[in-house]
């Protein structure tokens, strides 16, 4: 018809309506005759024979002046460790691996730099020192104590309890070279010094019990899971 121009077809069709076109865009640019845009380069070194070139690096987008708040932290920062809410100082614990597995330990405080528990047996009762532990490896119980008339040294940090690498010198004259260099590890006199004062105000805790006979009977008991007993439906 006079006046009119012909209807313009569309050279990509969508394929059987599932949002993609025909062809691809470096296909299109084909037949429209445009090329594919280069990439910016920069000169690097001019020469008598021609000028060597380099695709310039694509510069950061954002580049952030100082670190905020939802920046992660540095690899080798510690994280600080939270405690669970039924640990709380005084709680009796159920140890479940190590040495004294199944003893129960009185809960003293958490040591700030690794988050580890600080428990004692007392030892005079169940034989159980000062030690760390994990709070993974423990079950909390719904005794408690009141410990707060107990006095906890204020170097009872992990460098406390960290044992010191014993230096052998191989070259001295006459020592077997084959001997395994173990040598038994002997107690300190401040660490048996800092057990007594500890002890003695977490056993003066316990005879202010309730139930002190009771309470000193269940310290030196052993937890074990026995015939018909479900840890699910226990109670501690």
């Given at each position: 018809?006079a006046?009119?121009?012909?209807?313009?077809?569309?050279?990509?069709?969508?394929?059987?309506?599932?949002?993609?076109?025909?062809?691809?865009?470096?296909?299109?640019?084909?037949?429209?005759?445009?090329?594919?845009?280069?990439?910016?380069t920069?000169?690097?070194?001019?020469t008598?024979?021609g000028?060597?070139?380099?695709?310039?690096?694509?510069?950061?987008?954002?580049?952030?002046?100082?670190?905020?708040?939802?920046?992660?932290?540095?690899?080798?920062?510690?994280?600080k460790?939270?405690?669970?809410?039924?640990?709380?100082?005084?709680?009796?614990?159920?140890?479940?691996?190590?040495?004294?597995?199944?003893k129960?330990?009185?809960?003293?405080?958490?040591?700030?730099?690794?988050?580890?528990?600080?428990?004692?047996?007392?030892?005079?009762?169940?034989g159980?020192?000062?030690?760390?532990?994990?709070?993974?490896?423990?079950?909390?119980?719904?005794?408690?104590?009141?410990?707060s008339?107990?006095?906890?040294?204020?170097?009872?940090?992990?460098?406390?309890f960290?044992?010191?690498?014993?230096?052998?010198?191989?070259?001295?004259s006459?020592?077997?070279?084959?001997?395994?260099?173990?040598?038994?590890?002997?107690?300190?006199?401040?660490?048996?010094?800092?057990q007594?004062v500890v002890?003695?105000?977490?056993l003066?805790?316990?005879?202010?019990?309730?139930?002190?006979?009771?309470?000193?009977?269940?310290m030196?008991?052993?937890?074990?899971?026995?015939?018909?007993?479900?840890?699910?439906?226990?109670?501690?």
């Amino acid at each position: 018809m006079a006046g009119k121009s012909a209807p313009t077809m569309k050279k990509n069709i969508e394929v059987s309506g599932a949002g993609a076109g025909r062809f691809s865009s470096a296909r299109l640019r084909c037949y429209r005759g445009k090329a594919a845009p280069s990439a910016p380069t920069v000169t690097v070194k001019k020469t008598k024979k021609g000028e060597r070139t380099v695709v310039r690096p694509r510069p950061a987008k954002f580049l952030k002046a100082e670190p905020t708040a939802k920046d992660p932290l540095p690899k080798g920062l510690p994280k600080k460790v939270s405690l669970r809410k039924t640990i709380t100082p005084g709680t009796i614990l159920i140890v479940l691996a190590g040495k004294n597995k199944g003893k129960r330990v009185v809960f003293l405080k958490q040591i700030e730099k690794s988050g580890l528990l600080l428990v004692t047996g007392p030892h005079k009762v169940n034989g159980t020192p000062m030690r760390r532990i994990a709070q993974a490896f423990v079950i909390a119980t719904k005794t408690k104590l009141d410990i707060s008339g107990v006095k906890i040294p204020a170097n009872l940090d992990d460098a406390y309890f960290k044992r010191k690498a014993q230096k052998k010198n191989t070259k001295a004259s006459g020592e077997n070279i084959f001997a395994s260099g173990k040598e038994e590890y002997k107690v300190t006199e401040q660490r048996k010094a800092d057990q007594k004062v500890v002890d003695a105000g977490v056993l003066a805790a316990m005879k202010k019990h309730a139930e002190p006979k009771f309470l000193f009977g269940y310290m030196r008991t052993r937890f074990a899971i026995r015939k018909g007993m479900h840890p699910h439906n226990m109670v501690f």
